[in-house]
């Protein structure tokens, strides 16, 4: 399990900063939001700053259920992990299904991966 909590873990941070990077209006937007944009308008920036945040959240169930830090209690903590897969496996369908070759390419094997790595965690810990 440590594996694929790392996995979980590399993949957040790997996400952050391509969602700081947008927000800071690096020509990355192919790769997010549907991939209109190259760089991002102000809207969308925002909500890359709001993705980082929800990936902190991700990272603090993930650490909790991995039993690596004890922040977020039983029940909310099961049921927030299985909320998590959940929107992993919605947005792993929803990168599929998208309009840039990027996205599709890049960002749904790794909605993906990361949506087994929680799993297996929620799973097994």
Same mark, same amino acid.
């Not at 980082?52 to 169930?61: G, N, P, Q």
């Not at 749904?108 to 929620?122: E, H």
């Given at each position: ?10 993949? #957040? =941070?790997?996400? !952050?900063? @391509? ?8 020509? #990355?937007?192919?790769? !997010? ?6 760089? @991002?308008?102000? /809207? #969308? ?9 929800? +990936? ?9 259920? !991995? ?9 909310? @903590? ?8 959940? +929107?992993?496996? @919605? /947005?792993?369908?929803? /990168? ?14 790794? =909605?993906?991966?990361?949506?087994? !790595? ?8």
């Amino acid at each position: 399990m440590p594996a694929f909590a790392i996995t979980g873990l590399i993949l #957040l =941070a790997v996400l !952050a900063a @391509l969602q700081i990077a947008l927000a800071a209006g690096a020509p #990355l937007g192919r790769f !997010a939001w549907g991939g209109r944009h190259d760089v @991002l308008p102000r /809207n #969308l920036r925002i909500g890359s700053m709001a993705a980082v945040l929800i +990936y902190a959240v991700f990272a603090l169930f993930l650490l909790s259920k !991995a039993g690596l830090v004890s922040i977020v209690g039983e029940p909310l @903590l099961t049921i927030g992990m299985w909320v998590i897969v959940a +929107y992993l496996a @919605l /947005n792993s369908v929803l /990168n599929l299904l998208s309009g840039s070759k990027f996205e599709r390419s890049v960002m749904t094997p790794v =909605a993906l991966v990361m949506g087994v !790595a929680f799993l297996v965690v929620t799973l097994t810990a």
